[in-house]
């Protein structure tokens, strides 16, 4: 039972436009969510977090935006740059344990 | 600040062999996990150290995986004997305190397992 969900493996973004990236999670005992950055023969890269008690957290082009009633957070990266492209993986942990419980992560790629 | 660092990077071996992966966490961290990440599928927990002691070995797969921390510093796996199915990536991660404050777990570039 898959509790990160991320349901589109691929998104293709032109330079300079947003691109959003999207997650859905079904357990609200969740108390963080983290975004990976991964490119190839490497290992992830954090990126941002947020707390399960805000709903937006801002990291110069990286803003990660959290809707607990629909489960559902992404990741919108303005503007693109072709260096974004990368598989990025939605995580999430809880503070009992700290395990990370990962999504199948979605392959951006930006087209310049 | 040096990273997390694996050794090896790539291993090939025959079933029935024994492997053991090395990770060496970022100085400091006195969390460190074991991850790993099977073709296709998502990367999975196997297991978070704390210093020295086993915090929590929930995610590992079967009794063939030993992991062991001694002094608190660096890390191994074993894998013994090997299976095909054990075959994938696996990722050491540490991260700075158990709180929430430190929560960002920061990876190695993998050690990745090929059983023949």
């Known amino acids: 039972d898959q509790q990160v969900k991320q349901n589109s493996p691929s998104l293709s973004v032109q330079e300079g436009r947003i691109s959003i990236l999207n997650c859905d999670y079904t357990?609200?005992?969740?108390?963080?969510f983290l975004w990976y950055k991964k490119y190839p023969a490497e290992g992830p890269t954090f990126l941002i977090s947020?707390?399960?008690?805000?709903d937006k957290n801002e990291d110069g082009r990286f803003t990660v935006f959290l809707n607990k009633s629909a489960k559902h957070l992404s990741l919108h990266i303005v503007p693109s740059q072709p260096g974004d492209s990368a598989v990025y993986f939605c995580a999430a942990l809880r503070k009992s344990n700290y395990k990370l419980t990962f999504g199948k992560g979605t392959l951006l790629t930006v087209n310049p | 600040e040096a990273g997390v660092t694996q050794f090896p990077s790539h291993s090939v071996i025959e079933k029935g062999q024994t492997v053991t992966l090395r990770c060496d966490p970022i100085?400091?961290?006195?969390?460190l996990y074991w991850y790993r990440r099977v073709m296709g599928k998502e990367i999975k927990f196997l297991l978070h150290?704390?210093?020295?002691?086993?915090?929590?070995e929930s995610g590992m797969p079967n009794n063939r995986f030993l992991a062991e921390r001694t002094g608190g510093t660096y890390s191994t796996l074993k894998v013994q004997p090997a299976e095909l199915e054990d075959s994938g990536v696996y990722f050491c991660?540490?991260?700075?305190?158990?709180?929430?404050?430190?929560?960002?777990?920061?990876f190695g570039p993998g050690t990745r397992l090929t059983v023949l």
């Open positions: 991660a540490s991260s700075r305190s158990p709180g929430l404050a430190g929560h960002e777990q920061f």
């Open positions: 947020i707390s399960s008690i805000k």
């Open positions: 150290f704390v210093k020295e002691s086993k915090q929590d």
């Open positions: 357990n609200s005992m969740f108390d963080y």
């Open positions: 100085s400091g961290h006195d969390n």
